[in-house]
């Protein structure tokens, strides 16, 4: 009898001169299974952990995991699918199709699952006697193959008749059904421990699916990619095509990058980190704990700039090559500092794997994070079939990987901003790969103090999933409030299947607690000095006078000093720019804020490290001016001779500080060599811009000072605690630390009558923010499953609230066509380069040109974005006597659109026309 699974089509190209390529579905099939079971043979962490909690020997998973992967696109069997290229099943099978494609193949396959095989694999037996009771367990396996669309499929069609139309369709699936099993399942010993235990079976898949549903993802992209798989339309026998599909997907596997690689053998902490020629305390501490091979949760609080990084990479080489761990992710808060921690590793990655030095490279920053990303995971040609309605498996990775934060998450080694962490337990596409990336490695979270209610809540979900998984987490901060440190244990515990640790109290400071998965009673705490050099005490200024803080950095700036202004919001920032526009030369005057393309932000992120940097001079930095925003205060390695900052909480406060005078330099501002020798500037002196001090604030104490932060820093009973502290005229690091964040932050401080209400609008933001953490983040002891929960495309996710944004990608008229704003050779990094993230109230959606050929031009280039403009807005700039100008809509209050003119300048960034209206 004739195959008919061979005369349906998996893979498909536009026609061209009257060719057809397609690939067979039975061999993409074939394809993705060999890759999964190659990732696994690989991944021998994972494949450990899934033959521990289903109780498998290696043999029986990849058999086990083999017969799933290979049924991933049983939808595409439906004459619905087949007949989106007609002209292919016109050829196979001698039919066309009248039947149009409303349902998307990942769901078809599922509910052709439930509602034909489950009963035929049940009344034949095809699990063996218990294939009733392992029915609930299967569906996990059923839903994380077919979900390898990004999320789980639908459930809520019930009748696959009027897809699979056709008898054949029926015919072709049972005959390839039955060609896997046999392929796949023939020796199963359908009596051993796993396939009894109906009930751990049931628990271990449902708890495992996340992470199925990832190699799913993984496989299907690999196996899809025409440079490992070409296209064969021949007919051969299913067994002789999956030999040769295991040989290409061991080389496809080697090849994408994202496979653990061997660790280096142990090594000193000279020797991994050769500059720094003595560690501190918590670098010793790092250097000699006894560690533990299963998960572990470390939070070290030191002060900013005492090596907290280069102590958690220490603690990671060791878990690393003491085979606990098998990479690591450093997430980080802001795009800033993930891309300043690139230009770190670049030194470091090489010391810690046998390997991989092809990735790091000596030149510039750009070209590192471009050259990192680029290792990983390559896409392969796209179809770029129009006719399938169906978003391919190469067009869903080369869209995903266009983020290069997105790629690093699947390295062995990466740094990014901790959204991308985030999302592996956030309900958005492709959460399972993420999670999947993050399998095993150590997590490490800088600035961990910055999450705020909501992301906080994600964080605890996603420390819950590591640590059900293996893995183990090192959380870093200069200061940590008791509450939440609390919480983040608790999840980390929970995540081990234990009760929430009991914290011991503890005032000192620099402090390291630690918890373990084999000591589920026990945290340990351990007190350590911090380093002399960042030991000291800052002298706090706290004025009320703007016109005050501009004639001082006059006469700082007139002094040859260098000078940082933190400001709160870009809006202030831009009018503090304006404040010296007319005096400073644009060498002399640096506008640092978030509201610049990617390019943009990356040149400026490199000025100010070249001027203001370890290793700048006296000459670079002599009467040079920042105004920034937040994006200056957080793991960025920098420093001014003087610095004001506006009124923020105390920890905000506590990091800027830890940017003044932060590297040792006489009194001219060149760097002394000897880190002991005493520093020779005045003593560092932080001016506080806020409020005019009262002990009794009204209710619009901070709102009438700073009415554009309004909403930045909502809790302003903990603004005036932070001033209180600021009156006391110094800040002791590390004494004062403990002191002041638990006096501003503990849940026990109380606030002035005049502030109460905001205060406690302030705690319930908090707590439905809490809420919506928990709505938004996936349900792990649920499964993946699909439970009419909406789930959010990539650039939708929300890592963080506050207010709606947009991807805003920005572009300009050359002539008759419309190019990028930032120039690059492949047009996906031009595009990402040329990206800039705006609240939605200033830019929500696009003006199409009015002209008909410049909106066919126009269209043409926002089906080239790695979205294809489905959710980022397209800004076309043009010449407009000097400046380039742009049209897009803005939403105001009642959610009206209205057309707003924007002006883009590198030295400014992206500003509202006029100025001054945002």
């Known amino acids: 009898m004739a195959d008919l699974s061979l005369k349906y089509w998996g893979k498909a190209k536009p026609s061209k001169n009257g060719s057809i390529g397609w690939h067979l579905l039975p061999y993409h099939c074939l394809d993705v299974a060999a890759c999964g079971v190659a990732y696994l043979r690989r991944a021998s962490s994972l494949r450990r952990l899934l033959c521990a909690r289903l109780a498998m020997n290696a043999e029986q998973l990849e058999g086990w995991v083999a017969f799933w992967l290979v049924l991933h696109d049983l939808g595409k069997f439906a004459t619905t699918f087949q007949g989106q290229r007609n002209d292919i099943l016109l050829k196979l099978q001698g039919r066309e199709s009248r039947h149009g494609y409303s349902i998307r193949h990942d769901t078809l396959g599922l509910v052709y699952w439930s509602s034909v095989l489950e009963g035929e694999a049940i009344g034949e037996g095809w699990f063996g006697p218990n294939s009733v009771s392992l029915m609930r367990a299967i569906d996990h396996w059923v839903r994380a193959v077919t979900g390898h669309h990004g999320q789980p499929p639908s459930e809520s069609v019930e009748n696959p008749w009027p ?150 990479m220490m603690l990671t080489h060791r878990l690393m090559s003491a085979g606990a761990a098998d990479g690591f992710f450093i997430g980080l808060p802001t795009m800033a500092t993930a891309n300043a921690m690139y230009g770190r590793l670049s030194h470091f990655y090489v010391r810690l794997f046998e390997g991989l030095a092809s990735l790091v490279l000596a030149n510039g920053q750009r070209e590192l994070v471009e050259a990192f990303a680029a290792s990983v995971l390559s896409p392969g040609p796209a179809e770029h079939d129009q006719a399938q309605g169906d978003e391919t498996a190469s067009a869903r990775c080369t869209a995903w990987l266009a983020d290069h934060n997105k790629r690093a998450l699947l390295a062995p080694a990466g740094a990014g901003t901790i959204d991308q962490a985030l999302m592996a337990v956030l309900q958005g596409k492709h959460q399972s790969l993420r999670l999947l990336g993050l399998f095993r490695k150590v997590l490490i979270i800088d600035e961990v103090h910055a999450c705020d209610a909501y992301m906080q809540g994600v964080l605890e979900v996603l420390l819950r999933a590591h640590a059900s998984a293996g893995g183990s987490a090192i959380l870093l901060s200069a200061t940590l409030p008791e509450r939440m440190k609390r919480a983040l244990l608790a999840a980390f515990a929970a995540g081990c299947r234990h009760d929430p640790p009991e914290l011991p109290v503890e005032a000192d400071y620099p402090l390291i607690t630690s918890w373990r998965a084999d000591q589920p009673r026990q945290v340990a705490t351990r007190c350590v000095e911090t380093r002399a050099d960042v030991s000291r005490t800052v002298k706090i200024r ?142 560092p002196c932080l001016w506080v811009l806020g409020p005019a001090w009262t002990e009794e604030p009204g209710s619009t104490w901070f709102k009438d000072a700073f009415p554009k932060s309004v909403k930045v820093y909502r809790h302003h009973g903990q603004l005036w605690w932070t001033a209180r502290f600021m009156q006391e005229g110094q800040l002791r690091m590390p004494a004062d630390a403990r002191r002041l964040i638990e006096g501003v932050f503990a849940e026990d401080v109380e606030m002035p009558a005049g502030l109460q209400f905001t205060a406690n609008e302030a705690i319930g933001a908090e707590s439905s923010e809490a809420s919506h953490a928990h709505r938004n983040t996936i349900k792990l002891d649920v499964g993946y499953v699909w439970r009419g929960e909406h789930w959010w495309s990539d650039a939708q996710t929300p890592t963080r609230l506050g207010e709606p944004s947009a991807n805003v990608v920005l572009c300009r008229w050359e002539g008759d066509r419309v190019v990028p704003w930032s120039v690059h050779e492949q047009l996906r990094h031009a595009w990402s380069y040329s990206t800039v993230r705006v609240p939605e109230r200033l830019v929500a959606e696009a003006v199409p040109p009015e002209d008909p050929q410049r909106l066919q031009v126009w269209e043409a280039a926002r089906l080239t974005l790695p979205d294809q403009g489905k959710w980022s807005v397209l800004l076309v700039l043009e010449r407009v006597g000097g400046d380039w100008v742009g049209s897009a809509m803005g939403r105001e209050g009642d959610e009206k659109l209205v057309v707003r003119q924007w002006v883009y300048d590198g030295r400014f960034g992206l500003l509202a026309r006029p100025f001054g209206r945002e």
């Not at 997907?249 to 653990?260: F, K, R, S, T, Y």
């Open 163 to 312: 897809h699979f139309v056709n008898p054949d369709d029926h015919r072709a699936i049972r005959q390839f059904v039955d060609h896997m099993r046999e392929l796949f399942l023939a020796d199963m010993d359908w009596e051993a421990p796993c396939f009894v235990d109906v009930d751990a079976f049931e628990d271990a898949s449902r708890e495992l699916s996340w992470w199925i549903a990832g190699v799913a993802v993984l496989a299907d992209w690999v196996g899809s990619n025409q440079d490992y798989f070409p296209y064969r339309d021949d007919e051969v026998s299913l067994a002789e095509y999956w030999t040769r599909a295991q040989e290409l997907a061991a080389d496809a596997c080697e090849a994408i990058g994202v496979l653990p690689v061997e660790a280096r053998q142990r090594a000193t902490f000279i020797e991994l980190f050769p500059t720094l020629t003595q560690p501190s305390p918590l670098q010793a501490w790092a250097s000699e704990v006894s560690l533990h091979d299963g998960p572990q949760i470390h939070l070290l609080e030191d002060v900013t700039g005492a090596g907290k990084t280069e102590a958690a």
């Open 542 to 683: 706290y004025i009320s006078d703007q016109d005050e803080v501009v004639a001082g950095i006059r006469r700082a700036l007139a002094a040859g000093r260098c000078v940082c202004w933190v400001r709160n919001t870009v809006a202030d920032a831009m009018a503090a720019h304006a404040l010296f526009a007319d005096e400073l030369d644009a060498e002399h005057l640096m506008l640092f804020h978030a509201r610049f393309t990617l390019r943009d932000r990356l040149d400026m992120e490199a000025r100010v490290l070249d001027h203001f940097g370890a290793h700048s001079t006296a000459e670079q930095r002599r009467g040079r001016l920042v105004i920034a925003t937040q994006v200056a205060e957080q793991s960025l390695d920098a420093d001014w001779d003087w610095m004001i900052s506006d009124l923020a909480p105390i920890d905000r406060l506590i990091q800027r500080a830890g940017r003044l005078q932060r590297h040792r330099r006489d009194a001219w501002g060149n760097r002394l060599a000897d880190s002991a020798e005493p520093d020779g500037r005045d003593q």
